[in-house]
């Protein structure tokens, strides 16, 4: 069973850009496909970007044109490019991966961006 831990959260100031980082052991992200999720408190995990197995991409809109979601195999890693951050996008974030068997979590990370 694949585990995921999440890196490169932080605080950062309105425009400003971190990279997270998704680190898999005991599965390869090749067999996977993965996505970025975040939450609030008192909101429901919402969707940020996916990853599928045949290599395309998904956004959701709040973030289109600024983040961008990429694997690195070799690495068994994905990322998360976040550019021109607002305060509306603090949250913990959260990488997930989903095969034929079901979906993995990490354990998340926080993102604080200050305006």
């Known amino acids: 069973q694949v585990q995921l831990e999440e890196s490169g959260g932080g605080l950062v100031q309105a425009g400003g850009s971190l990279r997270l980082s998704c680190a898999a052991s005991?599965?390869?992200?090749?067999?996977?496909?993965v996505g970025w999720f975040r939450q609030t408190p008192g909101k429901q995990r919402e969707l940020v970007a996916i990853?599928?197995?045949?290599?395309?991409?998904n956004y959701a809109d709040s973030v289109k044109g600024r983040f961008t979601i990429s694997r690195d195999n070799a690495k068994n890693t994905v990322y998360l490019q976040m550019n021109s951050l607002k305060p509306e996008d603090t949250a913990v974030y959260y990488c997930?991966?989903?095969?034929?068997?079901?979906?993995?979590w990490g354990q998340g990370t926080q993102v604080t961006v200050s305006s």
């Open positions: 997930a991966a989903r095969d034929v068997v079901g979906d993995y």
């Open positions: 005991g599965g390869s992200f090749s067999a996977y496909a």
């Open positions: 990853s599928t197995l045949g290599g395309s991409t």
